[in-house]
């Protein structure tokens, strides 16, 4: 079946501007994760959503972001007045919760976002 | 806090040699820890999966153990390939949802 999906692929934007990305998990995975990957490092979390809600947004670095899943699949993750130190690679990753879960998490392509 | 830290961050080999990259961590109550690889521009590839319980994954050439009395994970690749040329990152899983990443071991094979 297809994987994680992740649009766009490349965004390039003004400081100050608002960006959304969004990502499409694996169909039937009720978790998803956000990630920003900046050059040279591992991944950091950003917000985990089981279903519909935020179960841990501890990784947001501020209030500009914000990350929304309104029917349990699909994630848009909105950044306001964007700042130069926002660019990065944003990953996004989906898996299967429950009892007979390895909670492999699998990631998208990632949209690489640069702030001009 | 989980801390992740992966040893060497670069390791440039000739083709055919076997090799050990390292991954440590600092809180030993995971759920489990991942392997992945990325390609330069590209997302993440799930290699192999350790759970908690276990000792060791295989898949083909790539072999995973995990100590999580010591804190730490191995990956081993035998009869490396040019192909095998990428970073590869370990994660840690405390509590089944958030990964806590290493800074990654960037790995060169010369033909």
């Known amino acids: 079946g297809a994987g994680v999906s992740q649009t766009p692929s490349n965004k390039v934007t003004e400081k100050g501007k608002y960006v959304e990305l969004r990502c499409d998990p694996i169909?039937?995975?009720?978790?998803l994760y956000w990630y920003r990957q900046s050059l040279g490092q591992g991944p950091e979390f950003l917000i985990y959503?089981?279903?519909?809600?935020?179960?841990?947004d501890s990784g947001l670095p501020n209030d500009r972001f914000f990350a929304v899943r309104p029917e349990g699949s699909v994630s848009t993750l909105k950044i306001q007045r964007t700042e130069r130190g926002d660019s990065a690679v944003y990953l996004c990753a989906s898996s299967l919760l429950g009892v007979r879960s390895s909670y492999e998490q699998y990631f998208g392509p990632g949209t690489r976002l640069t702030v001009t | 806090k989980q801390e992740v830290t992966q040893i060497p961050a670069a390791l440039s080999v000739p083709e055919g040699e076997n090799l050990v990259l390292n991954c440590s961590f600092t809180d030993s109550a995971i759920y489990n820890l991942q392997w992945f690889r990325q390609d330069p521009g590209k997302g993440l590839t799930s290699l192999l999966l350790?759970?908690?319980?276990?000792r060791e994954q295989t898949s083909g050439r790539l072999n995973a153990s995990l100590d999580k009395s010591s804190g730490r994970s191995t990956l081993y690749i035998a009869a490396s390939q040019p192909g095998d040329s990428a970073t590869y990152l370990c994660a840690a899983n405390n509590a089944g949802n958030m990964l806590t990443f290493g800074g990654g071991t960037r790995l060169m094979v010369k033909p």
């Open positions: 169909s039937g995975h009720t978790a």
């Open positions: 350790i759970q908690s319980s276990q």
């Open positions: 959503f089981q279903g519909t809600g935020a179960a841990d």
